[in-house]
């Protein structure tokens, strides 16, 4: 057996503030020759995740921190390209969180195997994968809206933010979203059926809200913070329910700014009886079956669309990360890294 290079980004320094390329570094690394019970795995393509963000600073989080000098964490979609593990063939596809590189040797511990459902393969990184289940179980279990009742995303044209306005029209309510220029708003209303899509670039962005939402907001789906969030609050419903589920207009941003804030959400909790609950997809893990065959007829049904925004070369990977912060990607970002899926 010829010996693998495995290409990894690793973490080279931590980000003062907005990361920048230099902050991690590309590394080649040969493999050695797969043992008994052990698999070779070429990767096809890497997910790229606002969440990395958070692991590149040594903060205390639900997760650890990527140690300077290790592997940028991720989740691929991966092939076996040699089998020494009697329960993975030779040419199979597999997902697990292997981390930012090309190659790697496994025993096959996280890995799921990917079945026919998963058509194109990359929704597994996606609609279909942990995006999707976030959008599922935060806004059914969490956000539950009714018929008739407005939900407001940001980010929606993004893999999260997009179902979530897609499954509340589904259940019956009117869907509001936010997004960033005139090309995403109009995908969002054309293409995904928003009822109303707000620029929250634009200089009169809460006033807008505020004239799409004239019944106020039952469920705010929350995914980026800052200003939007600081829109959104004053037209919040009684028991308005909250799923908080991400804060990416905060991740560059020194934790004291976020602090300043707070006492004003705090009041608005309390005088309104609002429901802010704070969730980690992982929590919601177990609805994966039922997650997998709801949302797939759905789409099968022409009932929900996606969009998928693809870089080529892991070399590639980091400028298009810190792209995304900045919503440069235009719906869910994945890095083709084999060059056979160019
Ligand atoms: N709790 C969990 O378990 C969990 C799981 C998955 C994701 N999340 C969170 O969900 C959020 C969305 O994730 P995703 O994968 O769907 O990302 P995404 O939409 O593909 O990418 C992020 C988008 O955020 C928007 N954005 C960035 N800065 C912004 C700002 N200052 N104000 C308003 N919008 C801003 C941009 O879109 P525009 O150009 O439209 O503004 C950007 O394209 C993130 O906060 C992520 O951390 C949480």
Redesign the pocket.
Known sequence: MSEAISERIVLAARPQGAPRVTDVRLERLPLSAIGDGEILLQTRYLSL???MRGRMDDRKSYSPPTPVGGVMEGEIIARVVQSRHPGFAVGENVAGRLGWLTHTISDGTGLTKLDGRFEPITTALGVLG??GL?AYAGLLEIGKPQPGETVVV????????SLVGQIARIKGARAVG????PD?CAYALDTLGFDAVID?RSPTFADDLAAACPNGIDVYFE??G???WQAVLPLLNEFARVPL?????EYNAPSAAAADRLPATMRAVLSRSLTLRG???REFWGQRPTFLDEVRAWIDEGRVRFREDNVHGLANAPAAFIG????K?FG??IVAVDDAER
Request: net charge neutral; glycine share 18%; with cysteine.
């Open positions: 995740d606002p969440y942990m995006p976030t940001a980010a929606a044209t993004g893999p999260v933010g936010i997004a960033g220029g995403k929250h995914l980026v800052g200003a939007v589920c991400g804060l990416i207009a969730f980690i997809v995304m912060l900045e919503g990607n869910k970002l």
